[in-house]
């Protein structure tokens, strides 16, 4: 009885994959490249009565590979160049400031929401760099990010838009926003 119980079920849960469209096929990449504003959700500790001079908002490009299916999934790669914050402490006698930036690679899965809309999730490795007399850098492999995207079709393959993004950085607790104008070409 429960095996007809549990076939019953299955054949009316998947009755709908039936009645789907199978004619449309609109394979495509796209690339898409983003320009615009990063903000550093600060998390620093620092001494009490002292706070040097911190900027953290920055001009932040992206670019991003998308394999778009006739589906309602997208996957694909991001990359971008993130400077996270500016600290004004001067060393020694250098006179230079500390620089910390970021550059991930991640790996994204983009839902199509629907009249242009896209919410995506994406995790990834990420490179970090500070730069206060020399270089140093590190990886940080536990990230993620989320990003909500609208894309109006402007001509056959371009497209225009905008795009928010959540990004964290595991290994050092680092959290950004960004909001960015959005290009894009569909192969």
Known sequence: MLYRYIFVLFLIY???LFCQDT????????IYTGVGWLHYID????????EPVTELNFACPTIKFMWEPEHRLSFGLETGFYRMYEIGYFWQEANKPL???CVPIFININIDLGKNF?????????????????????????????????????????????????IWIGKNNDNMLTLQALLGYKL
């Open 43 to 50: 998390n620093m500790v620092r001494n009490v009565g002292y």
């Open 23 to 30: 004619t449309a096929t609109e394979r495509h990449f796209g």
């Open 118 to 166: 896209y919410i995506g999730i994406g995790t990834g490795v990420a490179v970090l760099q500070n730069k206060i007399n020399a270089y140093s850098s590190a990886f940080s492999y536990a990230n993620y990010q989320f990003s909500l995207s609208y894309r109006y079709p402007l001509a056959k393959n371009w497209v225009i838009g905008g795009e928010t993004h959540y």
């Open 99 to 101: 620089v910390a930036d």
């Open 14 to 16: 998947t009755m709908p």
